[in-house]
């Protein structure tokens, strides 16, 4: 089972080694996290992806709420959040797969930011599973360095 976790924290510093030491103290693992400040600078948001049985994700939000940095604990459900992580990657080419990986970001909507004599680097931003396909078709033509932020995740309204 997944668990998203919006978490809105003071912006201070230590909030997330403290955060990210409660997971390490219990044994959870952290899938994910993407941390940025807020529209109110003393306020960040934490948008943190774990994943366990029902009660380790239950656990988790109730150690979140414990902790006196945080601020406000929201468990997202995938399917009602919209949910995007960007990936940047470098991908070797050449004169025969140049074309092929240009037609493959065109259907993916990625974006090529620079072009040099024998590679390219690629933006894409999408959801998770989006981005795990790209990585899967592109992997043939040869990723020379990749590197993504995590999840951020907003619900939506009913």
Same mark, same amino acid.
């Given at each position: ?15 997330l080694s403290k955060t ?10 952290? #899938?994910?996290?993407? @941390?940025?400040?807020?529209? +109110?600078?003393? /306020? &960040?948001?934490?948008?943190?992806? $774990? ?48 074309? #092929?990986?240009?037609? @493959?970001?065109?259907?993916? +909507?990625?974006? /090529? &930011?620079?072009?040099?004599?024998? $590679? ?39």
């Amino acid at each position: 089972m997944k668990g998203i976790f919006s978490v809105l924290v003071e912006n201070q510093a230590g909030v997330l080694s403290k955060t990210a030491g409660l997971f390490a103290r219990r044994g959870y693992n952290i #899938d994910s996290l993407a @941390v940025g400040e807020t529209d +109110n600078h003393e /306020i &960040s948001n934490m948008t943190i992806v $774990s994943t366990g049985d029902a009660k380790v994700i239950d656990q988790i939000e109730k150690q979140l709420n414990k902790k006196v940095d945080v601020i406000k604990v929201r468990r997202l459900k995938e399917l009602q959040s919209v949910c995007r992580e960007l990936l940047m990657m470098k991908v070797s080419y050449n004169n025969t797969t140049r074309k #092929d990986i240009m037609e @493959v970001c065109m259907i993916m +909507n990625a974006k /090529i &930011s620079h072009v040099s004599a024998k $590679s390219m680097i690629i933006e894409l931003d999408a959801s998770p599973d989006i981005i795990e396909s790209f990585i899967k078709i592109v992997q043939p033509f040869g990723i020379i360095e990749m590197a993504r932020t995590g999840v951020i995740a907003l619900q939506k309204d009913e």
